[in-house]
């Protein structure tokens, strides 16, 4: 599912990966069925953005990946 900042791969999935829109995996989200979401990148044994609305969510990650660039 594409929210213009990320896509979840294979969204409303369980889980997956999430790709920006050059193609770069950042990581993985998992997803319950309330549609609570956690996004865990690449090398770390915890999410670091998690959220309900995906939206939401996506630009959060989004958001998240600016700062590490910076």
Known sequence: MDHYHVT??????????????????LG??????????????????TYAVNGMMIGPFCRKIAEWHKAQEA
């Open 28 to 45: 993985t989200y998992t997803c319950d069925d309330n549609d609570y979401c956690e996004f865990t990148p690449n090398g770390a044994d």
């Open 8 to 25: 979840l791969e294979g969204f409303p999935a369980d889980s997956g990966h999430v790709i920006t829109k050059d193609g770069e995996i």
